[in-house]
């Protein structure tokens, strides 16, 4: 069974930084785009940051670039989202998640494009 397991969470002040986790049981990792999405109270789901099955390829939101890189072991099973420069605009529960994609080259970015899904992790930023 897949599991995503998210972690690295909590409270940060504004200007502050996290570094998330998302470790995978299974060969999720060979040929799966991976992404991390957040959800803030009231709001939908969004995309932040993708990237390849090769790593080669990424993907940030607007909101996000220049402040979050997204990163992947895959000798370790795990992803990663540095986030820096947080604002209270990232209070979110984030999310990591997977999906298959015959090019390595490539990722997606829409919620329903991904397959597994992890238990969310929240990020809290103080004013």
């Known amino acids: 069974q897949v599991q995503l397991v998210e972690s690295g969470g909590g409270v940060v002040q504004a200007g502050g930084s996290l570094r998330l986790s998302c470790a995978a049981s299974?060969?999720?990792?060979?040929?799966?785009?991976l992404g991390w999405f957040r959800q803030a109270s009231g709001k939908e789901r969004e995309c932040v940051a993708a990237?390849?099955?090769?790593?080669?390829?990424?993907y940030y939101a607007d909101s996000v670039k220049g402040r979050f890189t997204i990163s992947r072991d895959n000798a370790k099973n795990t992803v990663f989202l540095q986030m820096n420069t947080l604002t209270p605009e990232d209070t979110a529960v984030y999310f990591c998640?997977?999906?298959?994609?015959?090019?390595?080259?490539?990722?997606?970015?829409?919620?329903?494009?991904?397959?597994?899904w992890g238990q969310g992790t929240q990020v809290t930023v103080s004013s």
């Open positions: 998640a997977a999906a298959f994609h015959f090019d390595g080259g490539s990722y997606y970015s829409e919620r329903g494009d991904f397959d597994y």
């Open positions: 299974g060969p999720i990792f060979s040929r799966h785009v």
């Open positions: 990237i390849s099955w090769s790593g080669g390829t990424t």
